[in-house]
């Protein structure tokens, strides 16, 4: 197993989705994400990783039911990566 710079995974199996020390990944076209869950604080959460560009996000068990109880439209909106993702900040 390795790791291109885009943060794919390349491995032997390509219908593999879970690797040691990366978590379970997931992606189509637009996306490739890790995710796995955490116990380092000081409960469970759930750590999604942009494996194209590195950020890492924790999600609690709250935060990961408001996202299931939004609206689509709310939820569309969140999607948008020109709000957020395409944005220089510097």
Do not use: C
């Not at 637009?30 to 890492?56: P, Y």
């Not at 999600?59 to 109880?69: G, I, K, N, S």
């Amino acid at each position: 197993m390795t790791e291109s710079p885009q943060g794919t995974i390349d491995g032997p199996d390509p219908g593999r989705h879970e690797y040691p020390g990366v978590g379970h990944v997931v992606e189509n076209e637009f996306a490739t994400i890790s995710v796995k869950l955490d116990g380092e604080g000081n409960s469970v959460r759930l750590r999604v990783e942009d494996r194209r560009t590195g950020h890492a996000r924790y999600f609690d068990p709250l935060q990961l039911e408001a996202l299931v109880w939004l609206s689509d439209e709310r939820l569309t909106a969140l999607l948008d990566p020109s709000a957020d993702r395409w944005r220089d900040d510097s």
